[in-house]
C-alpha cells in the first residue's frame, strides 16, 4: 500500500503531546490509515476545542450528533433555554451572555435559529429555519478544522488521483484526535468517587457537550447524580445547590432529584416554592436524553446529503 491516505504523527513524542518548539518530525501511522493505540486518559477535553469541532477531528467528519452538541452547548452557555412543550421542545432565545465569546460557526448557527424578529422556536419550526443554513454551518466546521491546521484539505476531498479515498490528518490533527480519545476515556471509566463535591456541578455542564458526542450522555449524568447523592448523604447539601440549580441536571434526573431533599436544592426552593414542585418538574422534563434525541432526529431529517454517513 502507498500509504498516500494515512495520517501524520509525530515522531519522539508521547502520542497526544506536540513538540515544545512547534516543530518536529512527522511520518505516516503505520499499518492503518489512522493511529489506533491506546490513548492515555484525559482529565479534560483540548484546549480551545468545542465538543462540535472535537467530534470531527475524531472521526474526520462532521454529523448530525455534533451539531446537536454545539446546539445543547450553546444553551448551556447562556444564549437561549430549552423548555418543555407539550410533547416536544420549545427555544427560547436570551439576552446576549457576558463575557462568552462565540466562534462563527456558532454565531451562524444562532443567526439560523433565531433569525432577526424571532425570540422562540419550536422543534418543528427549527426543522425548517435550518434546512437551507445547515449545509453552510457544516462547511464552516469543516473548514476550522483546516484553519487550526488539523488537515492540509477539506477531510471530504478525495484522495490520491481523485480516487475515493480521505484527506490525512496533520500530526496537529492526530495530536488533537488521541487527545480527544483520552477524555473520552475520562469519560467512560469516571467514577462517582473520583469526583469532588464541589467540583461536580460545573463540570457537568462543562463535559455534558462531549459526553453527547461520544454516545455517553446517560453515562456521565448517572456518575453525577451518584456524586451528587453522596454529597446529600454525607452533608453537603450547600455545595451542591449550584448543581440542583441547574436547568440540565433536572431534565436528566426528574423525580429521582427528590432523594436530595430540599436541602440540596439551594436557590431553586424558592423559585419551585416547595417540595411538592420536585416531582412536577420530574415530570414535565423526560430527560435531557430525550432532548438530545429530538434535536439529533430533527437535524438528521433535514441532512438530506449534506452529511455522508
Known sequence: MFGWNHDYEYVGVTPGLTPADGTGEVRRVKGR???AGEAAVQFAPPKGVSAALAGTVV??????RDIGAMMIDLSLRGWFRIDKQDDSWLFVQNEFPRDDIITQVEADFLNALFPPGVKYVGLEQMK???R???RHITDSLYRETIERGWYERDPRSKGFLGLAGRSPRTADGTAVRIQTLGFRKYIATAEAS???YEEAAGLFSRYLPYAMIFGLTERWASVIGDVAKAAQLEGYGNIMGGLASDPFFWLFFGDDIAYL???AIGGLADLLGDGAGLFDL???AGGLGDVFGSVGDAIGDIAGDIFDF
Request: proline fraction near 8%; aromatic fraction near 4%.
Open 194 to 196: 473520583q469526583i469532588k
Open 282 to 284: 420530574g415530570d414535565m
Open 128 to 130: 425548517r429555519q435550518l
Open 132 to 134: 437551507g443554513p445547515l
Open 33 to 35: 490509515k489512522e493511529w
Open 261 to 263: 431533599g430540599i436541602e
Open 59 to 64: 472521526d474526520g467528519k462532521v454529523d448530525p
